[in-house]
């Protein structure tokens, strides 16, 4: 036998789903502009129909429909597009970083330019040249020996900048570390929040979408796996459970857990020694995870990052690591050659220099470029001109011969040291034998010419790498977006919807009333 | 695929951002000239153009040595023209001395100007450039004549005993016969290479010419032991000492001037044509630069205005899409 309030109870319920409805379109309109929102919907079953079975069930034709209810809020999102994303953010951390950094190291080098180190050994030949066509007149010999001091500058000036900026790039390591390690942290809160609520039946979609946004932060510095781990309890089936944040090394070795359930790991990057801008020979050695509670520690050593993956490798790569005996990264190799260019130049110079005579009729001086500290060998930011000839500038050795004031000879071969093949052989110049520096076979010239077009090349396949991840993340954003954001439109039309069928709800609620009061009010009172 | 306003307005701002990044790199291009601003841009074309502003520097260079170079040859041969010159005057004031008919005061007036003439030459064969004394070798700093001590009572110098031979031993005194001239080469890089020697070595020529006007002058002294000269003695110093065979008459140093003169013609003549090289070179290496690295302005130009009509038209079309939706239309 059915209730007499049967119709009242299947419109109340009507209505208040509407209503649920409405609300929740009322929350997608308000969030459409929130970062990582993806639009929820109600997902509206209807109720079991009257009767149900039993030992007491009336017999009727048919089930009789009961109303609706709202069996579940759920967020509209794409695991696999996620993941897609999350891969994609992995390079363009990768590459943006590594554009910048060598963006800025093309910035310093200032190539090609009047300014650059390719000037100042043009302005050094040139000065020689004028020495070697006038050998008596102080002034060029002057000016020769300051152009000489010009280009030790020069090298000092960019083995200065060049650190400065590997320095920060050690800082930005650190910051990375530290926002990381946040963001596990966060991961994690969000987890044992999540914990708490799901066993009651709820599903916190809101909750969901905050930790979504930083597990894509996340992937940006270092490339992780997501496994959802459900809740158990009375989870409702469209729950998503806490996440387990895995880092799973690139040579197969046993995978680390970051985060599991509300535990959160850190990481430090070489453990106590850490890396800050200021001791540039600390370089990256290994990540230190410290777990706790049901997370892993472990030690992430280089070959254990995928490469071409993550800002945090990127920033590895370009400050320094240490591989076997060596060290290696960007800036280290890069600053090495330019060390091994000033070394050279300087050792060949000084040997050239000593076998020529002075304007006095002396032998050169042996040391015509020297240290600025004597306790280092020289390289690019350790040489300067030795300080007896910046005082005198008969002293440059521009001759051949003894005694012989208008002889320019060796002023020549001193210029065109820069064009000599260095291989590390002897050669005879003018009777005179001078071992060459190791350059392989290259020339001064040719060997810095071959750092800036490796700078150029490196820094083109960064920024066109840089540009496609972009482009990629772009599309993959865009699919994203399709599946997850709001599109007022069809709120709007939504929100239509739900409003007329409020109302008709309404309307049948005065209908049902309307029948009640003819059966209580109106049956049988006959005649009044 | 469900397209969303945020979506609408997330790729209107994404592409303004690249049609902003195309203007200014064309703006860049332009206001510089130049198609690159960083190695990354082209690797290709900064290395190509370090090498080619060096070769420019090179040029430039060469082109100032020259300068040099024609420094030095042009004076040098002034001053052996001035040298030919005097030669003749020596040789007709001989043919005049050599005439028996003349007085011992006649032969003293030839004497005296034969040694004015002797002092002069001298003075040219220690002609400087600036602080250089052209024709004493690598040893530029020593002029070639020097004041004897104690000075010479007619006025005349001696060949400087100070200098030293290429290979470092000391010169024999002036008195020798043939003097070992200190034979350093002066020499000037006017090309990738090529050195040109720029001086003349003087010390050989012009002790010779000095020991010859020594000679005449001896011959026409009046106090000459054993007696005055006869006619014919001093008439070999026209064409040769019978008595000395190895020493050079007149004859013989107006030869060697001439010699020596047209050396200096011809290094000159190569001079012009290293010159003619040059100035092709720059040009060529001045083209190859421009044809590397300089933006071709009307392309530039054209890009630019194209990539500002589209631009406009995104922002344009932009604005009306992003502005509209549904909630403008329900009442």
Do not use: C
Not at chain 2, 292 to 306: F, G, L, P, Q, R
Request: aromatic share 6%; net charge negative.
């Amino acid at each position: 036998m059915r209730s007499t309030f049967m119709g009242l109870e299947t419109s109340r319920k009507g209505l208040f789903t509407q209503q649920s409805a409405l609300y929740t379109t009322g929350h997608n309109i308000s969030n459409a502009n929130t970062l990582g929102f993806s639009r929820q919907r109600v997902n509206m079953q209807a109720t079991p129909g009257f009767p149900t079975a039993g030992l007491n069930t009336p017999t009727y034709p048919g089930h009789l429909g009961t109303g609706v209810e709202a069996g579940s809020i759920q967020r509209i999102r794409d695991e696999f597009v996620d993941r897609q994303y999350r891969q994609e953010t992995n390079k363009l951390g990768y590459w943006e970083s590594r554009s910048t950094a060598i963006s800025q190291m093309e910035d310093i080098m200032d190539e090609p330019s009047q300014y650059g180190l390719n000037a100042a050994l043009e302005q050094l030949w040139k000065g020689l040249q004028d020495v070697s066509a006038t050998p008596e007149n102080a002034a060029s010999r002057k000016v020769a020996i300051e152009r000489a001091d010009h280009l030790a500058d020069s090298l000092n000036y960019m083995d200065t900048q060049l650190k400065t900026i590997q320095g920060n790039l050690g800082n930005e390591i650190n910051v990375s570390t530290n926002r990381i390690n946040s963001l596990l942290k966060q991961i994690a809160a969000i987890n044992k929040q999540v914990q708490e609520v799901e066993p009651n039946g709820h599903v916190p979609n809101d909750l969901y979408d905050a930790r979504d946004v930083l597990i894509d932060e996340l992937n940006s510095y270092i490339p992780v796996s997501v496994e959802r781990v459900p809740t158990g309890g009375l989870a409702s089936s469209v729950a998503e459970g806490s996440v387990t944040i895995i880092f799973k090394p690139y040579d197969g070795a046993t995978p680390i857990k970051l985060v599991n359930g509300r535990d959160a790991a850190s990481i430090s990057v070489n453990g106590n020694a850490q890396i800050d801008g200021n001791d540039l020979t600390n370089v990256f050695d290994n990540i230190q995870v410290t777990g706790s509670g049901t997370t892993d520690t472990g030690t992430i050593t280089y070959n254990q990052l995928e490469p071409g993956k993550g800002k945090l490798l990127s920033l590895i790569n370009s400050y320094g690591y240490q591989d076997g005996a060596n060290v290696k990264g960007y800036y280290p190799e890069t600053m090495a050659s330019l060390d091994k260019l000033a070394s050279e130049f300087a050792n060949v110079f000084n040997a050239m220099h000593e076998q020529g005579f002075d304007f006095n009729g002396d032998p050169g001086i042996k040391e015509f470029f020297v240290p600025i500290d004597n306790t280092k060998p020289m390289s690019a930011g350790n040489i300067k001109v030795n300080d007896v000839l910046l005082k005198d500038s008969s002293k440059l050795a521009a001759s051949s011969g003894a005694n012989e004031e208008g002889n320019g000879k060796w002023a020549l071969e001193l210029a065109n040291i820069q064009s000599m093949v260095q291989n590390g052989s002897a050669v005879t110049i003018l009777g005179k034998t001078i071992t060459t520096g190791n350059l392989e076979g290259a020339t001064f010239n040719s060997f810095y010419q071959a750092i800036i077009g490796k700078l150029g090349v490196d820094g083109e396949e960064a920024a066109r790498l840089n540009a496609t991840s972009e482009t990629l993340l772009v599309t993959i954003g865009n699919n994203r977006s399709s599946i997850s954001s709001v599109s007022l439109d069809e709120e709007m039309t939504n929100m239509i919807t739900f409003q007329q069928a409020y109302n008709a709800n309404a309307r049948m609620i005065t209908v049902i009333d309307e029948t009640l009061d003819k059966i209580i009010n109106g049956m049988g009172r006959v005649g009044i | 695929m469900r397209v969303t306003q945020s979506m609408l307005s997330n790729n209107m701002l994404l592409n303004l951002n690249n049609s902003y990044g195309k203007m200014s790199k064309l703006q860049d291009q332009i206001t510089s000239g130049s198609k690159i601003t960083r190695p990354s841009d082209d690797p290709v074309i900064a290395v190509k153009g370090m090498g080619y502003r060096r070769d420019l520097g090179q040029v430039e260079q060469y082109s100032r040595n020259m300068n040099e170079v024609n420094n030095w040859l042009d004076t040098s041969d002034e001053s052996l023209s001035q040298v030919g010159e005097q030669m003749k005057r020596v040789r007709e004031l001989v043919i005049q001395a050599a005439n028996d008919t003349n007085s011992a005061d006649e032969r003293a007036k030839i004497k005296s100007e034969i040694d004015q003439i002797r002092k002069q030459l001298q003075d040219v064969a220690n002609t400087k450039i600036g602080d250089r004394y052209i024709f004493s070798g690598t040893n530029t700093g020593k002029p070639l004549f020097v004041e004897a001590t104690p000075p010479n009572a007619d006025g005349t110098k001696i060949l400087n005993a100070d200098f030293t031979l290429y290979d470092g031993t000391a010169m024999p005194s002036a008195s020798a016969d043939k003097l070992n001239a200190p034979d350093g080469d002066v020499q000037i890089e006017v090309y990738n290479g090529i050195q040109l020697k720029v001086n003349t070595n003087g010390a050989d020529l012009f002790g010779n010419v000095d020991a010859l006007m020594g000679k005449i002058s001896d011959l026409l002294d009046p106090a000459r032991l054993p007696g005055p000269a006869t006619g014919s003695e001093i008439s070999e110093a026209l064409g040769g000492f019978a008595t000395d065979s190895t020493s050079d008459d007149i004859t013989n140093i107006h030869n060697k001037i001439l010699e020596v003169q047209a050396d200096v013609g011809a290094r000159q003549n190569r001079v012009e044509l290293m010159e003619n090289r040059l100035s092709i070179r720059e040009v060529s290496v001045t083209k190859q630069m421009s044809n590397n690295e300089d933006v071709d302005y009307s392309k530039a130009i054209t890009e630019m205005v194209t990539s500002e009509s589209i631009h406009q038209a995104a922002l344009s079309v932009g604005a009306k899409i992003i502005q509209q939706s549904l909630v403008d239309f329900i009442r």
